[in-house]
């Protein structure tokens, strides 16, 4: 066990490793979020292991430039979530217009069928045949 304000090499090496997939989107333990709690988690360590350990530092240091810096994650948050308003929005909008080109499309359907069974009937009643003229 290691004294008191410091980690071991191996709990080094399982926080970078961690640390790596929660920067590039593929955590398996956590739902990805940069936290140090997930960090902990992903890394399968404790988080007084973590608060021990000179990579939580590195950690908030590169998580901060990933979010843009001076840019919190709360106010990160804030943009995806009007972000997914939006969408949410535009995804309505278009099931709307989805549903009435449906509607038109049946509704044209028919008159195509219509006129041509109006165009087999008129067909069927002539009997005149067609001449080609000279050109």
Same mark, same amino acid.
């Given at each position: 066990? *290691?004294?008191? !304000?410091? *980690?071991?090499?191996?709990?080094?090496?399982?926080?970078?490793?961690?640390?790596?997939?929660l920067? %590039? !989107?593929?955590?398996?333990?956590?739902? !990805?979020?940069?936290?140090?709690r997930n960090l902990?988690?992903?890394?399968?360590?404790?988080? %007084?292991?973590?608060?021990?350990?000179p990579v939580l530092?590195?950690?908030n240091d590169h998580a901060a430039r990933l979010l843009g810096g001076d840019e919190t994650a709360v106010g990160?948050?804030?943009?995806?979530?009007?972000?997914?308003? %939006?969408?949410?929005a535009q995804h309505r909008e278009l099931q709307t217009r989805h549903a009435q080109l449906q509607r038109d499309h049946h509704d044209l359907l028919q008159v195509v069928n219509a +006129?041509?069974?109006? +165009?087999?009937t008129v067909r069927s009643k002539t009997t005149a045949t067609v001449t080609r003229l000279p050109r």
């Amino acid at each position: 066990m *290691s004294p008191k !304000g410091t *980690s071991t090499a191996a709990t080094d090496q399982k926080l970078r490793q961690a640390a790596n997939r929660l920067y %590039t !989107g593929t955590a398996i333990e956590t739902d !990805g979020r940069l936290t140090a709690r997930n960090l902990a988690a992903e890394a399968g360590v404790s988080r %007084t292991a973590l608060y021990r350990s000179p990579v939580l530092q590195e950690f908030n240091d590169h998580a901060a430039r990933l979010l843009g810096g001076d840019e919190t994650a709360v106010g990160l948050i804030d943009q995806v979530k009007g972000k997914l308003r %939006t969408l949410r929005a535009q995804h309505r909008e278009l099931q709307t217009r989805h549903a009435q080109l449906q509607r038109d499309h049946h509704d044209l359907l028919q008159v195509v069928n219509a +006129l041509h069974a109006e +165009l087999n009937t008129v067909r069927s009643k002539t009997t005149a045949t067609v001449t080609r003229l000279p050109r």
